[in-house]
């Protein structure tokens, strides 16, 4: 027994060579702990190196005795630590792919890098290179580079149906994400997603270098997710901040890939963004408070209109104390916005210099009423209730003279009064040395705004006057540790009822059982649909796992997932199946512990 990798050996004859160096003749390997294994390999001559690998001869893969695999020669990394050699190669078959292999290479460069090269075989398209580079040199600066690369030899047949015809043979996926301290404070993060054609996503969706894995690694590693997969526009973005104690700083160059035939050249460029912000402070010994904005922008083109903006926007507040009773805070801001434009577009015809000068004028009532319910020992509840009244002022100005990019050139006059109300019921439970925990065990909120502009109309055309929003309200509510549930509604006043509903609940248990439920209702945007997942453990070796999506208004189903998996001390199995819109899919994959698994998907 090798205690460091956990290695079982039996052998007629073995000879130590070194600390941890091993020949041995007519030999059994394995994990799995004796007398009866559940896997080994079995082997005419072996040999174990310091560096953590097995070479054997003439070898045949057991299970429970029974031989299924013979190799003429085997190497294993048996290591704990990370080393380069072959990873074990992931087997599947499809109708348009046909029978596939992936041998990935692995390669150890040091301690805070690696690389890994996929040699993906397709019977019916060709061979996919692909290729992954890592680094890590603290948890602030890590980095992760992904490509794929293939002459595809499979003529496209409308795939999805969506009326686009590929008619590209070199395809390709380029995506990458990187977090990086910088000198003087600053940080900055990369994300890169760019691909060949707008199918590609779609039909490589699956296995180790496939958008969900590749997503779901970026969201572990940065806190960061991929543009969804049906996106036909892919951005890539590098940004640089700095957080001060008084400022904020922020940059960001933007490059937007868009997959649409004939759109490149018209689709907005952000060469680059610039913002800078002065947090709220005292004006010099006065009850006043000031804050400060400036941004600039450059959007860019080659076809269409172009702009550069410069947008800037200092405010002064002052914060006022009603007898405690309640409290109001007034608050102004300028906003000057000046453009340079250039190039053409027939929809628009703004100045070449234009300016607009336009001022904010806000007033922010609210007061709070509270109680405290003594429970059983140190544990209270308490219930708070805060209304507020809001109203915010922006006049009547023509902006025609100015280019329509974004929201920002496009100020809407504003003469709001905004009704809101706030509750909480919050406890506080004690942990011992003083110390407490504090939980909202229900939090409400509830809001509609009255606007004599009338901007608040669902549809362009509608006649009658909208002064009155939407009412919204918003409900969580958290009873147990275990048990959390939110919902949200919009209401339309003008006869239309519930425009939007959303509900989520999650019930999980202290082992990592979860059952999360979800539906979502949007008349306006045509959703309507109900999401379920669960995640359960039946026994300390069983897992299983439940998705699926269904859309209530077709009463169709959008995608199922299940999965089941087995794990014992020594190896594992695991289930799953796949079906969507696309495509019915089916996976296979067994873990041998200290080697590694095999996957096959159908």
């Given at each position: 027994f090798l205690q460091r990798n956990n290695i079982h050996l039996l052998a007629k004859q073995i000879q130590k060579t070194g600390p941890e160096e091993y020949q041995a003749k007519h030999a059994t390997i394995s994990t799995c702990p004796l007398p009866k294994q559940a896997w080994n390999?079995?082997?005419?001559?072996?040999?174990?190196?310091?560096?953590?690998?097995?070479?054997?001869?003439?070898?045949?893969?057991?299970?429970?005795?029974?031989?299924?695999?013979?190799?003429?020669?085997?190497?294993?990394?048996?290591n704990k630590y990370r080393k380069t050699g072959l990873l074990l190669p992931h087997f599947s078959t499809s109708k348009r792919n046909?029978?596939?292999?992936?041998?990935?290479?692995?390669?150890?460069?040091?301690?805070?890098?690696?690389?890994?090269?996929?040699?993906?075989?397709m019977s019916k398209r060709g061979w996919m290179q692909g290729v992954e580079f890592r680094h890590v040199f603290s948890p602030e600066d890590k980095g992760i580079l992904r490509y794929n690369f293939l002459v595809d030899t499979l003529d496209d047949d409308d795939f999805n149906d969506d009326g686009y015809t590929r008619g590209n043979e070199k395809r390709w996926w380029f995506r990458a994400k990187a977090d990086q301290q910088l000198p003087w404070g600053f940080e900055a993060k990369v994300d890169v997603d760019t691909i060949s054609d707008r199918d590609y996503l779609l039909e490589f969706d699956q296995g180790p270098m496939g958008y969900d894995e590749t997503d779901n690694i970026f969201r572990k590693t940065f806190g960061r997710s991929l543009s969804d997969e049906t996106d036909l526009i892919r951005p890539s973005t590098l940004q640089i901040t700095r957080l001060a104690q008084d400022m904020f700083f922020g940059g960001e160059g933007r490059y937007n890939d868009n997959m649409e035939v004939g759109k490149q050249d018209s689709t907005v460029q952000t060469y680059p963004r610039l913002v800078l912000h002065g947090f709220r402070k005292p004006l010099f010994n006065s009850p006043f408070y000031y804050d400060w904005a400036t941004s600039y922008v450059h959007y860019w083109r080659e076809v269409g209109l172009r702009e550069q903006r410069l947008h800037m926007e200092p405010g002064v507040s002052l914060p006022l104390n009603l007898y405690n009773l309640a409290d109001l805070i007034l608050s102004g801001t300028v906003e000057e916005t000046m453009y340079e434009t250039s190039g053409h577009d027939p929809d628009q015809d703004p100045d070449n210099y234009p300016n607009r000068l336009l001022y904010?004028?806000?007033?922010?009532?609210?007061?709070?009423?509270?109680?405290?319910?003594?429970?059983?020992?140190?544990?209270?509840?308490?219930?708070?209730?805060?209304?507020?009244?809001?109203?915010?002022?922006?006049?009547?100005?023509?902006?025609?003279d100015l280019p329509d990019i974004d929201a920002l050139d496009r100020l809407e006059p504003t003469n709001r009064i905004t009704l809101s109300l706030l509750s909480f019921l919050s406890s506080k439970t004690p942990l011992g040395n003083n110390r407490f925990a504090y939980t909202d065990v229900i939090r409400f909120s509830l809001?509609?705004?009255?606007?004599?502009?009338?901007?608040?109309?669902?549809?362009?055309?509608?006649?009658?006057?909208?002064?009155?929003s939407d009412i919204?309200?918003?409900?969580?509510?958290?009873?147990?540790?275990?048990?959390?549930?939110?919902?949200?509604?919009?209401?339309?006043?003008?006869?239309?009822?519930?425009?939007?509903?959303?509900?989520?609940?999650?019930?999980?248990?202290?082992?990592?059982?979860?059952?999360?439920?979800?539906?979502?209702?949007?008349?306006?945007?045509?959703?309507?649909?109900?999401?379920?997942?669960?995640?359960?453990?039946?026994?300390?070796?069983?897992?299983?796992?439940c998705k699926l999506k269904r859309n209530v208004a077709e009463n169709s189903e959008l995608e199922s997932v299940l999965g089941l998996r087995y794990q014992s001390t020594c190896w594992a199995l695991e289930g799953g199946f796949k079906k969507d819109t696309d495509e019915t899919s089916f996976t296979f994959h067994i873990e041998l512990l200290g080697i590694g698994g095999w996957g096959a998907k159908n």
């Amino acid at each position: 027994f090798l205690q460091r990798n956990n290695i079982h050996l039996l052998a007629k004859q073995i000879q130590k060579t070194g600390p941890e160096e091993y020949q041995a003749k007519h030999a059994t390997i394995s994990t799995c702990p004796l007398p009866k294994q559940a896997w080994n390999f079995k082997c005419r001559d072996l040999k174990l190196t310091t560096g953590g690998m097995a070479f054997a001869k003439s070898s045949f893969f057991n299970i429970r005795d029974i031989p299924v695999i013979y190799s003429p020669w085997v190497v294993l990394p048996i290591n704990k630590y990370r080393k380069t050699g072959l990873l074990l190669p992931h087997f599947s078959t499809s109708k348009r792919n046909g029978a596939e292999l992936n041998v990935p290479f692995f390669w150890a460069i040091n301690d805070s890098m690696d690389a890994t090269f996929y040699q993906h075989s397709m019977s019916k398209r060709g061979w996919m290179q692909g290729v992954e580079f890592r680094h890590v040199f603290s948890p602030e600066d890590k980095g992760i580079l992904r490509y794929n690369f293939l002459v595809d030899t499979l003529d496209d047949d409308d795939f999805n149906d969506d009326g686009y015809t590929r008619g590209n043979e070199k395809r390709w996926w380029f995506r990458a994400k990187a977090d990086q301290q910088l000198p003087w404070g600053f940080e900055a993060k990369v994300d890169v997603d760019t691909i060949s054609d707008r199918d590609y996503l779609l039909e490589f969706d699956q296995g180790p270098m496939g958008y969900d894995e590749t997503d779901n690694i970026f969201r572990k590693t940065f806190g960061r997710s991929l543009s969804d997969e049906t996106d036909l526009i892919r951005p890539s973005t590098l940004q640089i901040t700095r957080l001060a104690q008084d400022m904020f700083f922020g940059g960001e160059g933007r490059y937007n890939d868009n997959m649409e035939v004939g759109k490149q050249d018209s689709t907005v460029q952000t060469y680059p963004r610039l913002v800078l912000h002065g947090f709220r402070k005292p004006l010099f010994n006065s009850p006043f408070y000031y804050d400060w904005a400036t941004s600039y922008v450059h959007y860019w083109r080659e076809v269409g209109l172009r702009e550069q903006r410069l947008h800037m926007e200092p405010g002064v507040s002052l914060p006022l104390n009603l007898y405690n009773l309640a409290d109001l805070i007034l608050s102004g801001t300028v906003e000057e916005t000046m453009y340079e434009t250039s190039g053409h577009d027939p929809d628009q015809d703004p100045d070449n210099y234009p300016n607009r000068l336009l001022y904010n004028l806000n007033a922010d009532l609210s007061t709070t009423f509270g109680r405290t319910y003594c429970l059983s020992g140190e544990k209270t509840m308490r219930h708070s209730i805060r209304p507020g009244l809001t109203y915010q002022h922006r006049p009547s100005e023509n902006q025609d003279d100015l280019p329509d990019i974004d929201a920002l050139d496009r100020l809407e006059p504003t003469n709001r009064i905004t009704l809101s109300l706030l509750s909480f019921l919050s406890s506080k439970t004690p942990l011992g040395n003083n110390r407490f925990a504090y939980t909202d065990v229900i939090r409400f909120s509830l809001e509609q705004s009255y606007d004599t502009e009338e901007n608040n109309r669902d549809q362009p055309g509608e006649e009658d006057p909208r002064h009155f929003s939407d009412i919204y309200a918003e409900l969580d509510f958290k009873p147990f540790p275990n048990l959390f549930m939110r919902y949200d509604t919009s209401y339309n006043v003008y006869g239309k009822g519930f425009t939007k509903y959303n509900f989520l609940g999650r019930l999980s248990n202290s082992v990592g059982d979860t059952l999360d439920l979800e539906y979502r209702y949007n008349c306006l945007v045509h959703i309507n649909e109900v999401n379920l997942e669960v995640h359960t453990a039946f026994s300390p070796s069983w897992y299983g796992m439940c998705k699926l999506k269904r859309n209530v208004a077709e009463n169709s189903e959008l995608e199922s997932v299940l999965g089941l998996r087995y794990q014992s001390t020594c190896w594992a199995l695991e289930g799953g199946f796949k079906k969507d819109t696309d495509e019915t899919s089916f996976t296979f994959h067994i873990e041998l512990l200290g080697i590694g698994g095999w996957g096959a998907k159908n």
